[in-house]
């Protein structure tokens, strides 16, 4: 059992996929799907990995990758609801700014929900890492 990645920060990730072209979200939708499937195997769940998510992306455009992010966010904030944390981002809010706020704001709730999202799997590896002693 290792311990889990649990202060992963906005500003040094946004760099990180800016300088990389955008290969870094795929480590960490890589990172997220592992990471996840650690912290919540007791669920009986699978998130599936990068290359079932790029694949399904391509092929449905684009689709599949939200409905991942769905399921994702879904699944963390079970976890984190079993083990009485507070629920990180809902997925409402990110069905709204992809769908809706993210272009009216000229692209800064899309960086809101990134951030969320980088804040909603430290919390649940975090929750991993306490109740397994890897603090």
């Keep these: 059992m290792s311990k889990l990645v649990s202060n992963r920060g906005f500003w040094l990730t946004l760099l990180l996929s800016i300088i990389t072209l955008g290969f870094y979200t795929w480590y960490l939708i890589y990172a997220f799907a592992r990471e996840t499937n650690i912290a919540c195997k007791e669920d009986n769940k699978k998130t599936t990995g990068l290359l079932l998510f790029i694949l399904l992306s391509f092929v449905t455009l684009g689709i599949y990758g939200i ?4 399921m994702w966010i879904n ?4 976890y984190l609801r079993r083990n009485n944390k507070p629920d990180g981002l809902q997925v409402s809010t ?3 700014t992809i769908f809706l706020l993210g ?5 800064i709730m899309y960086l809101v929900v990134f951030c969320k999202m980088l804040y909603l799997q430290n919390a649940v590896n975090r929750t991993y890492n306490e109740l397994n002693n890897l603090l």
């Design 75 to 78: 699944r963390c904030n079970e």
């Design 94 to 96: 990110y069905i709204l």
């Design 103 to 107: 272009w009216l704001t000229i692209g």
């Design 67 to 70: 409905v991942w992010y769905c």
